[in-house]
């Protein structure tokens, strides 16, 4: 069973618009979600993090927003750039995790046109 | 550049042979990490280390054998593998092992195939 899902393989956007990455998760022990990226033959790299007390965190363009209720975050990158194609993994840990367990999505790539 | 380094950034392997993917941190942290990221599936966690014991095992074969020497080396040795082997392994060190609030930083992966 999936703990963290991803429903969007894909993404398009034209640059300069906003890119909105959606993940659900099913865990209500789940208390930290996180925001990587990836570029091909490389790992992921730390975005964005929220923990469940606030329900936005803000770093320049990307936003991530949480909303405990349905179980449900999401990041947008505003404004959208070229170099933002890449795949995002959203992943989460919480409280009955041991050793910092991370969860991940499945993924979805984004791709942003000139 | 994360801190974290794996070698060989690429490895190809008959089933019958033996080899190891090497993960270094530079970053002074006390946890670090083995995954594996097939085509199309989420990263999947396959070993834990904290302060160089091992602390999960996610029912993985025992054609994979991690080492964990010191904290700033992590191993993944490899014997007996078959295709479905292969795939994209990482790596990843955090600074805070047992709590959740933990981001992880991870190395630019090793692209094993078997043949």
């Known amino acids: 069973d999936q703990q963290v899902k991803q429903n969007s393989p894909s993404l398009s956007v034209q640059e300069g618009r906003i890119s909105i990455l959606n993940c659900d998760y099913t865990?209500?022990?789940?208390?930290?979600f996180l925001w990587y990226k990836k570029y091909p033959a490389e790992g992921p790299t730390f975005l964005i993090s929220?923990?469940?007390?606030?329900d936005k965190n803000e770093d320049g363009r990307f936003t991530v927003f949480l909303n405990k209720s349905a179980k449900h975050l999401s990041l947008h990158i505003v404004p959208s750039q070229p170099g933002d194609s890449a795949v995002y993994f959203c992943a989460a840990s919480g409280r009955d995790n041991q050793g910092g367990k991370l969860i991940f999505g499945q993924g979805t790539e984004l791709s942003v046109k000139p | 550049e994360t801190g974290v380094t794996q070698t060989p950034r690429h490895l190809v392997m008959g089933m019958t042979n033996k080899k190891s993917l090497k993960c270094e941190q530079h970053l002074g942290h006390n946890a670090m990490y083995w995954y594996k990221q097939s085509a199309k599936k989420p990263l999947e966690l396959m070993f834990v280390?904290?302060?160089?014991?091992?602390?999960e095992n996610n029912s993985v074969p025992s054609r994979f054998s991690p080492e964990c020497p010191n904290s700033s080396h992590l191993f993944l040795h490899l014997h007996t593998l078959q295709p479905e082997d292969s795939a994209l392994y990482l790596c990843?060190?955090?600074?805070?092992?047992?709590?959740?609030?933990?981001?992880?930083?991870f190395g630019p992966g090793t692209r094993l195939t078997v043949l």
């Open positions: 990843a060190s955090s600074r805070q092992p047992g709590f959740s609030y933990n981001e992880q930083f």
């Open positions: 865990n209500s022990m789940f208390d930290y």
């Open positions: 929220i923990s469940s007390i606030k």
């Open positions: 280390y904290s302060l160089e014991e091992r602390v």
